[in-house]
């Protein structure tokens, strides 16, 4: 693994746009950052499609261990959303996509920071953004990528299950949400479905028919939202979640692996596992992270290394429950540290994407540096 200068294409602004990345620059600093971009030999690429398929396999194990011991208060999952965790899994209800963040040097093996399992972003630029630089820098070149291809299965396997249309949804105003909720739609549609788009804001109940209703006032069947069931569940209008017919994806089991918590019961159930750091939910001896259960982008995290705190975030997470994690063994490259985000995409482990930042925590103005394999 090695970070290499590289020039970025002339027009790369432009090529960025035209496939949707249109949030590639933030107050004038690139946050898709092609000057660069990280090398991995197939052996390294190997070693990450490993520690995913194996993640991913201890995940769907804590998902049965929390529900068969209905420790549902450590994830902070209301009482009424419990039994909705329950039927959703019982009900095998089918999931699109994650992203597990990992530490990653060369050398020492994939170890988890944690698991985007219910909104993860930065998939334009992973599926699509970086495959089509390789393209343009290096037509014979080769990358772990085949996201884009596993997105149209996904939705191929959801519709064998139920064909009914699906409404896509996020946050009004949010670009990048906007992007990555409209390339979903676009790989839906590939794989046969009829869709439409909605703000989260133009959601509606209707009282009468008990269910969920879009701007035109027709049923919503199925909704993909990019808006964390974390915050679905406490809002008042998320209270009518449990009693609607709507499904959702993700579906509502992912509540269980979106929060931090899990990596304390991750490392409780699987301790010699190389891919999982020392995690607990009381403080830790020796170097360690403290996370909120519940936070984004890189806010609300403490450092703490050699007894004194050497980086902390702010952020609005911090007046909940946290977690605290070993310090990871993360090496910069040129100054910078990479976090490498691993897709998962319906059980397969189909691409990485990377991003780096001058300090220990990725945070939402980390940049995205694409990569390319090596023989």
């Not at 027009?11 to 990345?21: A, C, I, P």
């Not at 992203?99 to 988890?112: C, E, I, K, M, Q």
């Not at 064909?163 to 839906?188: K, N």
């Not at 109940?205 to 879009?214: G, S």
Request: overall charge negative; some cysteine; charged content about 25%.
């Amino acid at each position: 693994m090695r970070r290499d200068p590289v020039d970025p294409r002339p027009d790369w602004q432009r090529r960025v746009e035209q496939l949707g990345l249109h949030h590639h620059t933030a107050d004038g600093v690139p946050y898709w950052d092609e000057s660069a971009c990280y090398t991995f030999s197939r052996f390294e690429i190997d070693t990450l499609e490993r520690a995913t398929y194996a993640l991913h396999e201890m995940c769907l194990e804590l998902v049965q261990r929390v529900i068969d011991e209905r420790i549902f208060g450590l994830f902070l999952i209301p009482k009424a959303f419990e039994q909705l965790v329950v039927d959703s899994w019982e009900a095998d209800e089918p999931f699109v996509y994650g992203r597990f963040d990992l530490a990653f040097n060369g050398v020492d093996p994939p170890a988890l920071l944690e698991y985007n399992a219910d909104t993860p972003t930065a998939l334009v630029e992973a599926s699509v953004a970086q495959w089509h630089w390789l393209k343009d820098t290096d037509p014979n070149g080769d990358q772990f990528n085949s996201i884009h291809d596993r997105l149209v299965e996904a939705w191929a396997a959801v519709r064998a299950r139920d064909p009914q249309p699906i409404h896509f949804s996020a946050l009004r105003g949010v670009v990048e949400d906007y992007v990555t909720v409209e390339y979903l739609r676009d790989t839906a549609i590939q794989a046969g479905f009829e869709t439409d788009y909605l703000d989260v804001e133009a959601v509606g109940w209707d009282a009468r028919r008990r269910l969920f209703v879009d701007a035109q006032g027709r049923a919503i069947h199925r909704m993909f939202k990019l808006y964390p069931w974390e915050w679905i569940a406490r809002e008042a209008f998320g209270q009518h979640v449990p009693q609607s017919p709507t499904k959702w994806l993700e579906p509502p089991w992912k509540m269980i692996l979106s929060s931090k918590s899990i990596l304390p019961l991750l490392y409780e159930m699987f301790p010699d596992s190389p891919f999982l750091l020392p995690a607990s939910f009381d403080p830790i001896a020796g170097d360690y992270v403290k996370k909120p259960v519940h936070a984004r982008e890189g806010a609300n995290i403490t450092v703490v290394r050699g007894g004194h705190v050497e980086l902390e975030t702010d952020g609005p997470y911090g007046s909940g429950p946290s977690v605290y994690q070993r310090l990871a063994p993360l090496k910069a490259f040129a100054g910078r540290y990479p976090v490498v985000g691993s897709w998962v995409v319906n059980g397969w482990a189909c691409g990485v994407g990377v991003r780096e930042d001058d300090a220990l925590v990725t945070r939402n103005t980390s940049r995205f540096v694409p990569h390319r394999m090596s023989d």
